[in-house]
């Protein structure tokens, strides 16, 4: 795997490729990574991965067309034949007025900010022997753990480069650390599984082990001879693991390229009113050693932290440099790149802010209602908004957790259910989308 440095030069030499064989303007993007993971199961050791890649990216632009396209071969004729291939996809392709790198005025200038992302501790496969035991050997001891799906544990590296044909250049590596464990509780047709994780930048910023571990089964125990629930509306509490994938709904409404093409349930609400005042929800690309943190963006625009909604109030949308265009607006800094194709929109590191009262003071006035901790299944239309998941969890009677329940439905709408959203104050962040307990009121739920 190249160096940042490297990394950056052989985007350049792409670039200069392509120049050459007739491109009026591109850029070109590097990713390489490389990880190693060590699996347990029942004591034993049951799998160790490594793994390594690299892929360079090239994107041009000819007569108002452009074209993609990548290759996992750096070498020097490689990147010839590339970009060859590319001017000549281009000249072939329809022209599309939209299509252009960022504005060169915009671009990160000097020396990017540093995230503190690289953590210079690299964990030997014994070492990681160790971590993965140590979290399964810490759920097997939960009692009403009945078998194991394993623990595991992985390091990993990764350096992301990008080079435009207008003056960019920019380039960082990144570590990540991650630890999981994995069991069944109970016995027969009332046997349930769960597991727990973390991962992070740097392994002093994880859970021990044996925390992980003690999550997992506890989590799996817990669930174990899950009842049914009746049809009916309830109000409905998410918790923290499950809730974050409603920001991510909002992230998906309020990209420009969703707006562009009017295929938004948000559309036409920039700046409006969509949850309750007490509701901020953060944007911070810049977080050290944060799971989503970047300097730049895919197109080379510098990143920032916003808010995305500020006292419940949407503050606008998310832009490429294209959504841009379409929309007579400028690019927000949230392009994000794979080895090929176009820039699509993503936020850095986000956080649903916390509320003012306490998760057993949310729960305290639900009389009969559903605490949802895993679900199922994408039934989300992102043009109307409507909501419908399978889910499992547990019921919530007389203002407290009560037995576990599975194999529902909960339903609704996202522009309903945003406008009656409620935060609990138990907030913590290690996910890259971090939302405390949150509580819905008015849900459908199809049960027996």
């Given amino acids: 795997m190249l160096s940042p440095l490297q990394a950056q030069e052989r985007c350049h030499a792409l670039i200069e490729r392509a120049v050459r064989a007739g491109a009026e303007a591109g850029d070109a993007v590097y990713l390489g990574d490389s990880s190693e993971s060590v699996s347990v199961r029942l004591g034993a050791l049951e799998e ?10 090239l994107r041009v632009f000819v007569g108002g067309a452009s074209a993609s396209i990548g290759s996992t071969d750096l070498g020097d004729a490689a ?16 022209a599309d007025k939209f299509a252009g790198l960022a504005p060169e005025e915009l671009l990160l200038r000097g020396a990017p900010p540093e995230l503190d992302m690289i953590d210079p501790a690299e964990p030997d496969p014994q070492a990681l022997r160790r971590i993965a035991e140590e979290a399964e050997d810490a759920a097997r001891a939960v009692p009403g753990v009945t078998n194991s799906e394993g623990g595991s544990a992985s390091a990993g590296r990764g350096v992301v480069a990008l080079a435009t044909s207008h003056g960019f250049s920019g380039g960082y590596g990144a570590t990540s650390h991650g630890r999981s464990a994995s069991v069944l509780a109970g016995s027969g047709a009332s046997m349930q599984r769960d597991y727990a994780w973390r991962s992070a930048r740097h392994a002093a ?3 021990s082990p044996s925390a992980i571990g003690i999550e997992a089964g506890e989590r799996a125990v817990a ?19 499950v809730g974050g994938s409603l920001v991510g709904h909002l992230l998906g409404a309020i990209s420009g390229a969703s707006i562009a093409r009017r295929a938004s349930f948000l559309l036409d609400r920039d700046g409006a009113q969509i949850f309750d005042s007490s509701i901020t929800i953060t944007d911070d690309p810049l977080r050290p050693r944060g799971p989503r943190s970047r300097p730049f963006d895919g197109e080379g625009l510098p990143t920032s932290p ?18 841009a265009r379409q929309l007579g607006a400028a690019p927000t800094g949230h392009a994000a790149r794979g080895g090929s194709g176009a820039p699509h929109v993503s936020a850095g590191n986000l956080v649903l802010q916390p509320g003012s009262v306490s998760r057993a003071a949310l729960l305290a006035d639900i009389a009969d209602g559903i605490y949802i901790t895993e679900l199922i299944g994408m039934g989300v239309n992102g043009v109307t908004g409507d909501y419908s998941r399978g889910a499992s969890g547990f019921r919530i009677s007389g203002g407290a957790i009560a037995g576990p ?10 522009v309903d259910m945003f406008a009656r959203l409620v935060a609990a104050d138990d907030l913590e962040i290690y996910r890259g989308i971090d939302v405390p307990t949150l509580r819905i009121d008015g849900l459908s739920v199809a049960g027996d």
């Fill in 48 to 57: 160790v991965e490594r793994s390594e890649s690299e892929h360079i990216g």
């Fill in 405 to 414: 329940i599975a194999e529902f439905t909960v339903a609704g709408n996202l």
């Fill in 223 to 241: 669930r174990i001879n899950p009842g049914r629930v009746r049809s009916g509306t309830y109000t409905v509490v998410f918790d923290p693991r």
């Fill in 205 to 207: 910023d994880l859970l």
């Fill in 306 to 323: 916003r808010a995305l909604v500020e006292a419940g109030r949407l503050t606008g949308w998310l832009m490429d440099a294209a959504a």
């Fill in 79 to 94: 990147l010839d034949e590339l970009a060859s291939r590319a001017v000549a996809m281009a000249r072939a392709a329809p």
